[in-house]
């Protein structure tokens, strides 16, 4: 065959007119059953996208149903035929035959728990995950909760679709247990625009348009409540990015540098008063004055904020004013006088040449100018007031929701790393804290690797310190320094104390710890029954001895913190290792205590050993890196060891237990194989006495003999005359045998069935190779 023919019945070179099949068991076939160059150069083969090759029959492909069924799958779930509907088998197929990246709304309703598998090991980063079986995990409710999360951060931070996701959301709720979102997407550099070309922020209005007023400080009155008086700012939030925010009040902003005044009683018969009352009682009134004292400088730092405002806005209006004032208008230019003629010029490097004439290029902002752009534009910081995101109020929508978790790690940014995408506002957090409001089951809250500060903690503390299901908060790698203190202590004043604090890889330094430690011990002394918070996490903070030596000593004597994290704190190791040990020694609760990576030494070690030793409830200790002898840390090790010993023996140490009480439970005690196997005697007793009765044998025999052999195909034996032997001879012998054994047992009379229920077991449920597995064996048998 010519080149022309070639040119005229074979494709393009760059062009792909061939349907390859994407599931790996076609795959293997296709590439065994590859058109040849010669079969695609016929005339009759020169449209054709599909090859039947492929499909030639074979036991790891499936039959032609089977693919029917798969192609149906590719059309969605929505409808499901009855024929496939009321084969499990195709049913198994048709759901391994789903695209696990389909709508949310076209594939909510799917029971099936492999699918949701295959969703969840597909899009979820849990590495432990393919080792769980499908009844050992919500599999359905992190699916969906996976697929809903993509479509929150595929929305653009300008435009936040809030009917087509509150439909949505409400079709999903009942599926929605846990919610992790990570990569929010940021606003594009057009919403930074107006920011970036002009300095005016704010519109110049009325004065007094809009400002909320700030109520007067409360005074020092002992005997009024502490609740009494306290008034709660309200925080709106701005304005879209688009347009430039008003100065209005609707949008109180707190000031960064945020410090709380400690008022202390002076007046002798104040002192006088306290002497007389009970310790309690004094302490709640210093509490009391210490949480007024924090409300009115709050109001006192409104109040400057205000005045600022007000000064930034006389100032924006002058500068409004004199841009708004026309020029005055330019002198006439004097006529000058004419001057002689000058003589010819001699050459063209005499000549006067006058300047050019401004033109106003060095104002334009644009690509022209480079060096003004980029001056203006760094001078723009991207403060993280004007870093929006969607509204995170939608959360509100799942009310069954157990488990929050939000980071604001950005877009995917790859190598086009820009802060602005790590920053966020305080009226997502606003928004955020108004969704938090309606989730009465959340027992689990995490927002991790964010750039928080003390306003965004206080705002949601007033949220959180609402939520009395709420168990666990966890603020990690948020980049919270001292000036926290406020929002961390009303974190924690609560009726139902959280079971775990968690504020690791932080910079919380004396005074927040402090705080911490203060709010403990005054939980302890109101609700003295009241649950304890168990976990207590502050690794990776630096920590002085002093803060850390006051919550030791506010803990001791109440029933908190059973678990504490100080790994890597910054403290000096002679004045450490004895508040450790006070810590071993008096707190009782204590059952586990991680100090790892710590600046001790051998003599420092000592004491924490000594320490350990006296302390027979501490089942875990980690003192790993923090530079002590090997013979140290073995003999930490034996003690843990020893206590573990004592926590499975509960009658070490009992002075009330007898020599018989002993003897007995040493009686009792077994070895743990022994154990596993009497558990796993104990299981199958109980499924054989569950297990439904076996049908008798005499009973299955007589119904066997009982039915007439119905032959429907042609016998060729008649045609050749020959006479078979009959079976009924035997069937009196048979059923005496029968008689003789138990009824227990089970007979399997092959020869009782017929065509027409051969054929009906074969399209019974099981195994896609049956016929094969039945003529390999009638072949052997044959053989």
Partial sequence: ??????????????????????????????????????????????????????????????????????????????????????????????????????????????????????VVLAKSSNKSLPLKKIDEYDWKGNGVSLKYVEL??????????????????????????????????????????????SESELDVTSEESGMSEISSDERDTPEEGEEEGEEEEQVMPAQPPSKAPKATGSSVRIAENFKVAMIEPKDSSTQVGLQQRSPSTIELDLKRKQARAARNAARQQLRELRAEKRAEHERRKRQRSLLRKKPEPEPKPKKKKKKAKAGPVDDVFNMDVPPEPPDGEDKKQDGRNIEKLLRRMKRYDYPAKHCHHIDLSFVRYFDQLVSLTIEFLGPEMGRHYHKRHMNFSYDDMVHLGKGLQQLPQLKVFRLRNSR?????????????KQLDTLEVVDFGYDQLTDQSKVAIEMLLERTHMLKALELEYNRLERTAIVSIGQALKYHAIQNPDAAPLEYLGLAHNPLNENGFSSLVNDIIGTKHVQELNINGIDTVA??????????????????????????????????????????????????????????????????????????????????????????????GLRHPILMKIDYEMARREECIMNRRCETSSEKVATEEQGEEQVQEDFDIWTMFGVQKTSVHENLDTQSETFSNRSDRTFVYNSNAFNLQQIREHLYLPGPENRYFYFQKQKEMFNN
């Fill in 452 to 464: 928080m500060d003390h306003i965004k903690l206080l705002i949601l503390a007033r949220v959180l």
């Fill in 152 to 197: 929150v951060e595929a929305c653009p931070a300008a435009y936040w679709p809030e009917q087509k996701m509150a439909s949505l959301g409400q079709l999903v709720r009942p599926y929605m247990r846990t919610l992790h979102i990570k990569h929010l997407q940021s606003l594009t550099d057009d919403a930074f625009q107006h920011f970036v070309e």
């Fill in 574 to 667: 002679v004045r450490l290792a004895p508040i450790i040990s006070t810590l071993l020694r008096k707190h009782s609760p204590l059952r586990s205590l991680d100090m790892a990576a710590i600046k001790l030494n051998s003599d420092a070690g000592h004491i924490v050993i000594c320490g350990l030793q006296t302390n027979h409830k501490v089942t875990h200790f980690d003192c790993r890196a923090c530079c002590m002898d090997e013979e140290q840390e073995y003999e930490a090790d034996i003690i843990v060891r020893r206590n573990n010993f004592e926590l499975q023996h509960t009658y070490l140490g009992d002075e009330t237990q007898t020599e018989e009480s002993m003897l007995k439970f040493v009686a």
């Fill in 1 to 118: 065959m010519d080149d022309e023919d070639e040119g005229d019945f074979l494709p393009p070179a760059n062009t792909n007119t061939f349907a390859v099949p994407r599931e790996p068991e076609l795959l293997v076939e296709y590439a065994l059953y590859n058109p040849s160059m010669a079969t695609r150069r016929l005339h009759s083969e020169r449209n054709r996208l599909i090859y039947t090759e492929a499909f030639i029959e074979n036991e790891r492909l499936g039959t032609l149903s089977d693919l029917c069924v798969r192609a149906l799958a590719k059309l969605g779930c929505r409808y499901i035929p009855p024929e496939v509907r009321r084969n499990p088998l195709k049913m198994r197929i048709f759901y391994d035959a789903l695209d696990i990246n389909m709508p949310l709304q076209d594939c909510y309703f799917v029971e099936d728990l492999r699918f949701w598998r295959r």
